[in-house]
């Protein structure tokens, strides 16, 4: 699997596009290449590689589900649950890039989803949009809900 590619995936929060290229991401979705796309990982391991977790909160990072983290890097992150069926697809990964699969604030179509995406990843409960994750930025003490 080429990880450079656009995958049109039932993701842990909704229908999302995931690749390795955020400036590919950004294109399809018709969005400024200077906003940032969050990064989806398959384990706390691969976050820590990635990014460090101030002290404060590292219980709370571990215990949050769906929820995307800004960390003061910069750089935001979500780590997908083993039990969530997007685990499998990620895992093969370990790391990409993800955002959900319409047009900036819009509401998720089916046909615009699978024009911009290279590869169709979709099992038998089929496309579904639900809600959004949380996104909480962090400092070194202080955190600030987002969405």
Do not use: C, W
Not at 61 to 87: A, E, L, Q, W
Not at 97 to 124: H, Q, R
């Amino acid at each position: 699997m080429d990880s450079s590619l656009i995958y049109l995936v039932q993701t842990d929060t909704t229908v999302g596009f995931s690749s390795s290229s955020d400036e590919k991401l950004s294109t399809v979705k018709q969005r400024p290449l200077t906003k940032k796309i969050l990064n989806t990982v398959d384990s706390f391991d691969t976050l820590s590689k990635n990014t460090r977790i101030p002290k404060n909160f590292r219980k709370k990072v571990r215990n949050s589900k769906k929820t995307t983290f800004i960390y003061p890097n910069g750089m935001s992150f979500r780590v997908v649950p083993k039990d969530s069926d997007f685990y499998d697809f990620i895992h093969k990964f370990r790391i990409l890039y993800s955002t959900s699969a319409n047009k900036t604030a819009e509401t998720f179509e089916k046909d615009f989803a699978t024009i911009g995406a290279d590869i169709l990843v979709e099992d038998k409960k089929g496309f579904y949009e639900t809600t959004a994750s949380t996104i909480i930025k962090l400092s070194k003490r202080t955190l600030k809900k987002i969405r």
